[in-house]
């Protein structure tokens, strides 16, 4: 099935039935967007009215990584649409070493779907790139939700690839997956809620994504640590509303920084941080948060 569009070449790589609507993330086509010199990988699902929700994803991860808890949730009342941006998954190109490139790719993925108007759920990585999109695109972009990251110079953000490196050989050594260490408290709770959330993941069986390649993961660990060694940002001319969430012992991008990035928004909401949870706050109390995001996205005016 192949439309075309102004901006870009859409095609399916899954059956559809026509008028059927896809609800869930399990069973959204993987479909791509030609722009330029990159075919980008997608997913679409959920609601078909109102402004669609485009999710901005962490280091490493590909469309199999979000928590369907998460999908689900917001896609029972909003369009929600996940990607691979360039380089990264099934997505073709180069991987950029800057976060601001990462920004403008997204950026030309979401018009090559022909849309001018969306809200922005960025997690870790995805919300440092969805911070640019908003200073650079801001008539893109009606609201966004941050979860895990922190602004360009914030506390401990330099130290993400060192953390990460660190708990990749404890994952390794253990036998264990290392977003058990990265995304969640040590405590029995948070061991728990790590089980869980990885067993989530693999709820998808069929018409999964490709892994992220290792050049591909080393330019995104260099793009974070590039942005944490950046002068600290200034924020006040992000007029959009803002709902920022985390974990209270977020080990990757350091807890401080969500309470930081909420006082320097100028419409930042702060949702109380999650107890006993990390960088993977979001993920642990999934029904509470995708609460919140509803109430939020749904909320108005706007600008």
Do not use: C
Not at 43 to 62: K, M
Not at 174 to 194: I, W
């Amino acid at each position: 099935m192949k439309s075309h569009r102004t901006k870009g070449t859409l095609m399916s790589s899954a059956q559809e039935v026509p008028g059927a609507a896809v609800t869930s993330h399990r069973d959204a086509p993987t479909r791509t967007v030609t722009t330029g010199e990159v075919t980008f990988a997608y997913r679409e699902f959920g609601q078909r009215t109102g402004v669609p929700a485009v999710f901005l994803t962490h280091l490493a991860a590909v469309l199999d990584n979000w928590d369907p808890r998460v999908l689900d949730g917001i896609a029972s009342g909003r369009r929600v649409i996940t990607f691979d941006n360039r380089g990264v998954g099934a997505s073709t190109g180069r991987t950029p070493r800057t976060v601001e490139a990462m920004a403008a790719d997204a950026v030309a993925f979401i018009r090559a779907l022909g849309l001018d108007r969306v809200d922005l759920v960025g997690f870790s990585l995805g919300g440092m790139v969805a911070q640019v999109i908003a200073q650079t695109e801001p008539r893109l972009v009606r609201r966004m939700i941050l979860a895990g990251t922190g602004p360009a110079g914030g506390e401990g953000i330099r130290n993400v690839p060192r953390i990460t490196r660190l708990d990749m050989l404890r994952g390794l050594l253990t036998f264990q997956d290392p977003k058990q260490f990265l995304f969640f408290t040590r405590t029995a709770g948070g061991r728990r809620a790590g089980q869980e959330f990885l067993a989530r993941l693999d709820e998808r069986t069929e018409d999964r994504d490709k892994a992220i390649s290792l050049p591909s993961f080393f330019s995104q660990l260099k793009a974070i640590r590039r942005w944490g060694l950046q002068a600290p940002a200034d924020l006040s001319g992000v007029q959009q509303p803002v709902l920022v969430a985390n974990g209270e012992s977020d080990r990757m991008v350091p807890s401080p920084n969500t309470l930081d990035l909420a006082a320097r928004l100028p419409r930042g909401e702060l949702v109380p941080l999650y107890p006993d949870a990390g960088h993977g706050g979001i993920f642990q109390f999934h029904e509470d948060f995708v609460a919140r995001a509803l109430g939020f996205l749904q909320a108005g005016p706007d600008l």
